[in-house]
């Protein structure tokens, strides 16, 4: 499965990003897709991850009631809309999707997602 993600950009703080990302290759039909993010020197922050079925999704601590995942199977993308941000939400952002373990229980240890798109950078200015 290879991983595009769009939308990264400048913004504002209180702006609203929604990002997407397509899946190709091997279809991501029943794999956990989601999000991470990450800052120059820190590890990579869980955001949120919704199973295939769209019964089961969760999302970390730091973007709960402020950020939104959703995904269209048919297309193999996976979307996050961002809304609220905060400078403290400037990152680069990383689609990720797995079919290790179970398809319906959400892990928050990137080891655990097999497959990583490239990145797109999120700045929110104060």
């Known amino acids: 499965v290879q991983l595009q993600a769009y939308g990264g950009g400048l913004v504002q703080a209180g702006d609203f990003l929604r990002l997407s990302c397509a899946g190709s290759g091997r279809t991501a039909s029943r794999y956990i897709m989601g999000w991470f993010r990450q800052v120059p020197g820190k590890g990579r922050e869980f955001v949120a991850a919704?199973?295939?079925?769209?019964?089961?999704?969760k999302y970390g601590s730091s973007v709960k009631g402020r950020f939104t995942i959703s995904r269209d199977n048919a297309k193999n993308t996976v979307y996050l809309q961002m809304n609220s941000l905060k400078p403290e939400d400037t990152a680069v952002y990383y689609c990720v999707a797995t079919n290790i373990g179970s398809s319906y229980y959400i892990t928050e240890i990137p080891t655990s997602y097999n497959y990583w798109g490239q990145g797109t950078e999120i700045t929110v200015s104060s």
């Open positions: 919704r199973s295939w079925s769209g019964d089961s999704t």
